[in-house]
């Protein structure tokens, strides 16, 4: 009677503040509005020990209620992830328990493999459900905001390699290489030899397979490793999507290790998300508690300032800064539209428990990007300490021409996705004859181990 009392005046409490498409049904069969408006969002409770999750609605608190089954909840992603929040900011300070926290963290080499297995390898064909055919796991960017995803995507990868100034030949490393989409174009675009890596058996396996489709053994090798075991120099250095799992106590020491990995005349780019806090603390009403249990363990994120000088202590200059949150949060609201179309394949590929942790992850995300409680930022750097001639005037060479896809030596890229999500390439010269650059080496040619 006491928690139902409780449950009562909240009720009343929230009503009278705010009106939401919202209906709660109560275990013994009643229910109740919180607007005049159809509703858009129903949270059941099977029974009254229930109603103490609806007492303290964090996200962390509901959002762990409906991956552990305690709730039903019914609506879309979008829709819970909306209402949720508006419960909280209703019921609850954003000081104090639901404040933005700093957990520390141990990071070791089995803890981080551990962390990215239990969240990269739930199924390769779980991840098709949701992402582009070349399986492309981070930020898109819709460089005229009405694209695809899948051409978003495309686009992300060549303005990456555009801010790396690839050239042919040279050597590039891609830490956290996912699926291998980036590795792929840069051999397919530029003929350069790469080297990827990942700590997923997962990912490993399938993009070592789309390598040996797509012909290009023999300037791309996946492996299965950790960035604190590779050996050798690299003309450019790419990380997307890897960094957020180092630990922010650690960032020195991985910038680091990209700088004693980096030739020295060398280019590298960060591509990861970042805390909007400057003291690194977690999104507000328990977001990042939530994602910490259930979706990427040992994950942190820095904030920009945190990691421009993490960056600078390793020697690295950094010559380019891009904010991409807008992309973000469209690239999860995609992601989040496509993993609702396929709801019943996800629910079969891993279960109903991270079916639902899935489920409100994405659109969580995208409702933080959207309410900049994180970012997303590329980061050019190179060396510290070298002359002002090294260095490029404009950031002209990172937009393509308008009539193609540019890679800085006259000639242009056109490509397209082939079967299986390969992405294809035609090397075109100015005069739109077919060329191909000279063969270069192979890739165990160079010493890189």
Known sequence: MFVQNRLTSWIAGIRRQIALPLRI?????????????????????????????????????????????????????HDMIAIVNALARTTLKAEGKFARIVRGMVHSKQKDAEAIRYHYDVSNEFYQQFLDPAMV?????????????????????????????LRP??????????????VIRAAQQYRAR???????????????ERVRRAGLEHLVEIRLQDYRDVRGRFDRITSVGMFEHVGIKHLPEYFAAIHKLLADDGVVMNHGI?????????????????????????????????????????????????????????????????????????????????YRIWHVYLAGCSYAFEQDWISLYQIVCRKAGQRSAALPWSRRHMYPAPASIGIGIGIGAHYALADAGLPSFTLLQEDGGAAMASTPPAINSFKAT
Not at 275 to 299: L, R
Not at 302 to 308: M, N, Q, R, S
Request: charged share 25%; aromatic share 8%.
């Open 194 to 208: 790469c080297v990827g890596i990942t700590l997923s058996e997962n990912q490993f396996a399938l993009a070592k």
């Open 169 to 182: 030949n040279q050597t590039l490393l891609d830490i956290g290489c996912g699926w291998g989409a980036l």
């Open 25 to 77: 049904e109560l275990w013994n069969g009643q229910h109740v509005d919180f607007s005049t408006e159809t509703p858009r969002v129903t949270i059941r409770l099977p029974n009254v020990s229930a109603a103490r999750y609806l007492l303290t609605p964090s996200l962390s608190n509901l959002g762990a209620a409906y991956v552990e089954g305690a709730i039903e909840v019914r609506g879309r992603a």
């Open 274 to 354: 970042t805390t909007t806090d400057p003291d690194n603390g977690e999104t507000p009403y328990g977001g990042g508690e939530f994602i910490g249990k259930y979706v990427f363990p040992q994950g942190e994120l820095a904030h920009i300032g945190h990691v421009l000088k993490a960056m600078q202590q390793a020697k690295l200059e950094v010559g380019d800064v891009e904010n991409l949150r807008r992309h973000y949060a469209r690239t999860c609201a995609i992601w989040t539209d496509n993993f609702e179309a396929h709801a019943e394949r996800a629910r079969a590929l891993a279960g109903d428990k991270r």
């Open 137 to 165: 796991y981070s930020c898109a960017y819709f460089e005229d905001g009405d694209e695809d995803l899948a051409t978003a995507q495309a686009k992300k990868i060549d303005h990456i390699l555009r801010k790396i100034e």
